[in-house]
């Protein structure tokens, strides 16, 4: 199966700790590398976790809050001293754009590589990105200033051709496109093969969900139906609620609410307050609502 994995570089809130780093994280898919969010510390967090920091060509920034956003210039800026020379796709909220453009102008004037800005609504769910193998999707969240998630989900793929009854059926490699993508074979005496019996079928579609900041909400889970795994807002233990519903975040249980709800594989906790030095208490109340769930931490991997 394809690589499928999520790297997190930082999994704090609001400041940086001795504990954890501001929010980052690297989805690698197949080799490509997309970053989302870029909190400060996040260029150290890279070396740290050894993610291959040249390979990076998108960044998804979930909103203008600098925990989110603040590490950016300085990636920007270090891409130039390294001697990147390939665009580097920048996709915000496009109030981002004339801030950042500000400060590239002043620090980052000799880039010998293009900055594309591509801003997007966080109102509203849109296809942002799209490549051979896999779609992005934004996800509109309920915070203090208008924020997204980012849907990560594979494309489907054409079925696998079965080399052994390709080869006893007669099929020239030619053809193998074809019926790989749902073609019956016709042999020289006029026999047709079904395309069910030269193939086997393609893995499922893989998704990774990315929800945070937000506060509880219900109007966002048929955008991550079925995800095998989200990351979700889990700022607060149910016994601060009251927090969490004045700053627009979750608690633990309105993770696993919406996790269940979505149906989905796996839910993984991050943007921690620093006021739990055991964040054991989120992971028990989690797993009081659905089981399946993992704290992040700085330089874990998970694969899907």
Same mark, same amino acid.
């Not at 019956?184 to 079904?194: K, L, Y």
């Not at 893989?206 to 889990?234: E, F, Q, W």
């Not at 943007?271 to 609502?289: G, K, M, N, V, W």
């Given at each position: 199966?394809?690589?499928?994995?999520?790297?997190?570089?930082?999994?704090?809130s #609001?400041?940086p700790?001795?504990?954890?780093?501001?929010?980052?994280?690297?989805?690698?898919?197949?080799?490509?590398?997309f970053?989302?969010?870029?909190?400060?510390? *996040?260029?150290?967090?890279?070396?740290?976790?050894?993610?291959?920091?040249?390979?990076?060509?998108?960044?998804?920034?979930?909103? =203008? &809050?600098?925990?989110?956003?603040?590490? +950016?210039l300085?990636?920007?800026?270090?891409? /130039?001293?390294?001697?990147? *020379?390939?665009? +580097?796709?920048? &996709?915000?909220?496009?109030?981002?754009?004339?801030? +950042?453009?500000?400060?590239?102008?002043?620090y980052?004037?000799?880039?010998?590589?293009?900055?594309?800005?591509?801003?997007?609504?966080?109102? =509203?769910?849109?296809?942002?990105?799209?490549?051979?193998?896999?779609?992005?999707?934004?996800?509109?969240?309920?915070?203090?200033?208008p924020?997204?998630?980012?849907?990560?989900?594979?494309?489907?793929?054409? %079925?696998? $051709?079965?080399? #052994? #009854?390709?080869?006893?059926?007669?099929?020239?490699?030619?053809?193998?496109?074809?019926?790989?993508?749902? /073609?019956?074979?016709?042999?020289?005496? /006029?026999?047709?093969?079904?395309?069910?019996?030269?193939?086997?079928?393609?893995?499922?579609?893989?998704?990774?969900?990315?929800?945070? %900041?937000?506060?509880?909400?219900?109007?966002?889970?048929?955008?991550?139906?079925?995800?095998?795994?989200?990351?979700?807002?889990? *700022?607060?233990?149910?016994? %601060?609620? %009251?927090?969490?519903?004045? &700053?627009?975040?979750?608690?633990?249980?309105?993770?696993?609410?919406?996790? +269940?709800?979505?149906?989905?594989?796996? $839910?993984?906790?991050? &943007?921690?307050? #620093?006021?739990?030095?055991?964040? *054991?208490?989120?992971?028990?109340?989690?797993?009081?609502?659905?089981?399946?769930?993992?704290?992040?931490?700085?330089?874990?991997?998970?694969?899907?």
């Amino acid at each position: 199966m394809e690589k499928f994995e999520i790297t997190i570089l930082g999994c704090g809130s #609001a400041t940086p700790s001795p504990k954890h780093y501001t929010s980052s994280q690297v989805v690698d898919i197949r080799g490509k590398l997309f970053m989302v969010d870029c909190g400060e510390g *996040t260029q150290i967090q890279l070396r740290r976790s050894r993610v291959a920091f040249a390979r990076i060509n998108h960044i998804f920034i979930s909103h =203008l &809050h600098g925990d989110h956003c603040f590490g +950016l210039l300085g990636m920007i800026s270090s891409f /130039g001293l390294l001697g990147r *020379t390939a665009p +580097l796709y920048i &996709h915000a909220p496009a109030e981002l754009e004339p801030m +950042l453009q500000q400060e590239m102008d002043f620090y980052c004037r000799d880039l010998e590589f293009q900055v594309e800005f591509q801003g997007f609504d966080p109102a =509203l769910s849109a296809q942002i990105y799209q490549d051979r193998s896999l779609t992005v999707t934004t996800i509109p969240l309920k915070h203090r200033v208008p924020c997204a998630g980012f849907l990560f989900r594979e494309n489907p793929t054409a %079925d696998h $051709l079965d080399r #052994a #009854a390709a080869d006893f059926y007669g099929v020239p490699q030619w053809d193998y496109a074809r019926i790989k993508e749902g /073609g019956d074979f016709i042999t020289a005496q /006029g026999e047709v093969i079904p395309h069910d019996r030269l193939t086997t079928p393609a893995g499922p579609v893989r998704s990774y969900a990315y929800c945070c %900041d937000t506060a509880y909400n219900p109007k966002m889970v048929p955008i991550i139906k079925g995800a095998d795994l989200i990351y979700h807002d889990c *700022t607060y233990a149910a016994c %601060d609620a %009251d927090r969490a519903k004045k &700053h627009f975040h979750s608690t633990a249980t309105d993770a696993a609410r919406t996790a +269940l709800d979505a149906g989905a594989a796996r $839910l993984m906790l991050g &943007h921690f307050s #620093a006021r739990y030095p055991d964040e *054991t208490i989120l992971l028990d109340e989690a797993c009081q609502i659905f089981s399946n769930t993992l704290l992040a931490k700085e330089n874990l991997t998970v694969s899907i």
